[in-house]
């Protein structure tokens, strides 16, 4: 059975730090590329950061570039995202995500069910 758990949201006053982490099972953790997005009130998902299945290469969407930092821990099965100088329009529900494409171009992927994360004074 695969699982996406999200873990370590929280109420933090702005300029503060939390950091994500997200627990894999039930599949190969290590050939998923593996991704944060997150949720605002009244407002449609977005992406936020992606990491590659080694972690080699990672992409963020630029109101967090600099602020925050994606990982990763194959050994672990586990996925983080440090988020540091945190801003009142960084609250969300942040979701897990993992996407693996196959030779034959077939998508899997799987969603967690979101941690949230509320950034006010």
């Known amino acids: 059975q695969v699982q996406l758990v999200e873990s370590g949201g929280g109420f933090v006053q702005p300029g503060g730090s939390l950091r994500l982490s997200c627990a894999a099972s039930g599949f190969t953790f290590s050939s998923y590329a593996m991704s944060w997005y997150r949720q605002a009130p009244g407002k449609e998902r977005e992406w936020v950061s992606t990491i590659a299945n080694r972690g080699g290469s990672t992409n963020y969407i630029d109101s967090v570039k600099g602020r925050f930092t994606i990982s990763r821990d194959n050994f672990k099965n586990t996925m983080y995202l440090q988020m540091n100088s945190l801003k009142p329009e960084d609250t969300a529900v942040y979701y897990c995500?993992?996407?693996?494409?196959?030779?034959?171009?077939?998508?899997?992927?799987?969603w967690g069910q979101g941690t949230q994360v509320t950034v006010s004074s």
């Open positions: 995500y993992a996407r693996r494409v196959d030779f034959r171009g077939t998508i899997d992927d799987y």
